[in-house]
């Protein structure tokens, strides 16, 4: 069975950073690409970063572009989102999911998902 577990959320203050960890039980995590989503209150899902199987291919939600930092490490079954210079507008519960073959920015093209983490930036 997959599991998806995040963690690393929290409350913040604007402009600090947080680190997101997602740990895969996925039994070949490097066939794997990864996503990062984003949901806030009464708002759809919206992508925030993806990350390809080598961690030689990344995205980004042009909200995000130059703050977050999408990683993995293969070895440890676990892919990272850095999180710097935080806005409350980036408010939300973060999610991590896997999909195989290439990177995607579209949620419905992932089939697995982890439980979410929330994150809370106060202004």
């Known amino acids: 069975q997959v599991q998806l577990v995040e963690s690393g959320g929290g409350l913040v203050q604007a402009g600090g950073s947080l680190r997101l960890s997602c740990a895969a039980s996925?039994?070949?995590?490097?066939?794997?690409?990864m996503g990062w989503f984003r949901q806030a209150p009464g708002k759809e899902r919206e992508f925030v970063s993806t990350?390809?199987?080598?961690?030689?291919?990344?995205a980004y939600a042009d909200s995000v572009k130059g703050r977050f930092t999408v990683s993995r490490d293969n070895a440890k079954n676990t892919v990272y989102l850095q999180m710097n210079n935080l806005k409350p507008e980036d408010t939300a519960a973060y999610y991590c999911?896997?999909?195989?073959?290439?990177?995607?920015?579209?949620?419905?093209?992932?089939?697995?998902w982890g439980q979410g983490t929330q994150v809370t930036v106060s202004s």
């Open positions: 990350i390809s199987w080598s961690g030689g291919n990344t």
């Open positions: 999911a896997a999909k195989l073959s290439s990177i995607s920015g579209i949620a419905g093209s992932y089939p697995y």
């Open positions: 996925l039994r070949t995590f490097s066939s794997y690409a």
